[in-house]
């Protein structure tokens, strides 16, 4: 258990521990009540020995996104009941519906975007298990401009993915406010570094489409999306990130680009899931490939340049598996 995360989980013990003993005080004889302060008790014991977060049959830590979910969790998983087994996949089930509800619904052209000035844009979402620590979002604002994200957060698994999810509810919240792109991404750090653990952070890139053909960039810490020029001009430009990940400092402040697409340009956007795919040589996919392949599919619709991102990853890896999120977007001006 890493030190730096000890404090917060204690904090979060005694908090419980305070509720408890407040219900319990309400309802005489609640024995699921005298349970649950007996286990936290227990708990922050363990937390005074040096024994918290490790499994109690055999001795090895205890995956952290199970921490975070529950902090009396006192065995790892090649240790657990048949009963918690059960309702543990039953959780996860639950997990990945709810995560898959969060998703753009297909391909879209949103209100107000489409026709000659509009834009169109695809997706692929591709956890490697149950739930995802990836984020991907179209979201409509007002007078008629869109919102369209990528982001990537750090870590794998349940921790990941309920911090996804509590990104996406941030973000959502903030663009209906309004407010200037750069203040949007400094506020949702601020939001998401005060309400983490300290080592939870989130590449992302948040870009606002208009009708005009600008789209307003601000990257934190995300890789570079490529704008694939058209015109039979062959060329990409990278936009690299202007900002650290957020949430990596509650005090973080954002700037913006602008970059205008022609007719038929289109703005690629992916997670490192992508970049980072090996081959059974060891070698990396790696962004120069993907600006390659990104130039010959240049007169594709959206939804065809994913799929020829992910038909030329699958060749690329072969029979090596997945090892991370994959996440992959086009945002196409009609």
Excluded at 156 to 161: E, I, K, L, R, T
Excluded at 285 to 302: F, M, N, W
Aim: include cysteine.
């Amino acid at each position: 258990m890493e030190a730096t995360a000890l404090p917060i989980f204690r904090d979060q013990l005694l908090d419980r521990r305070q509720k408890l003993e407040t219900a319990a005080a309400t309802l005489r004889g609640a024995t699921d009540v005298t349970r649950l302060l007996q286990e936290v008790d227990a708990a922050l014991r363990r937390m005074d020995i040096g024994t918290f977060g490790l499994c109690e049959t055999c001795g090895d830590a205890v995956e952290t996104d199970r921490l975070l979910a529950d902090p009396l969790t006192r065995f790892c998983l090649d240790h657990l009941t048949i009963t918690e087994q059960r309702a543990l996949e039953e959780d996860l089930e639950l997990a990945s519906r709810i995560q898959r509800e969060l998703l753009p619904r297909g391909e879209a052209r949103p209100g107000g975007l489409d026709g000659p000035n509009g834009w169109e844009m695809a997706y692929h979402y591709q956890p490697l298990g149950p739930v995802s620590g990836d984020y991907c979002d179209l979201i409509q604002g007002d007078g008629g401009q869109t919102y369209f994200l990528v982001g990537d957060v750090a870590g794998h698994g349940v921790a990941a993915a309920m911090l996804m999810s509590h990104l996406s509810a941030t973000l959502r919240t903030l663009i209906s406010v309004g407010l200037p792109l750069s203040q949007l991404i400094e506020r949702a750090s601020r939001v998401f570094c005060e309400s983490t653990l300290p080592n939870h952070y989130a590449t992302l890139v948040c870009g606002r489409a208009s009708a005009s053909g600008e789209i307003e960039i601000c990257n934190a810490g995300h890789p570079p999306p490529l704008v694939v020029r058209g015109g039979g001009r062959g060329e990409t430009l990278r936009l690299d990130a202007t900002g650290l990940p957020i949430g990596m400092f509650c005090s973080e402040s954002f700037t913006s680009q602008t970059v205008r697409l022609e007719h038929g340009e289109t703005l690629l956007l992916y997670t490192d899931g992508l970049l980072e795919t090996r081959n059974s040589s060891g070698v990396e996919y790696g962004i120069e490939r993907l600006a390659a392949l990104s130039v010959a599919a240049a007169t594709l619709d959206s939804k065809s340049t994913v799929a020829a991102c992910l038909g030329d990853l699958a060749s690329f890896r072969g029979a090596v598996p997945s090892t991370d999120d994959l996440t992959i977007m086009a945002v196409r001006r009609l």
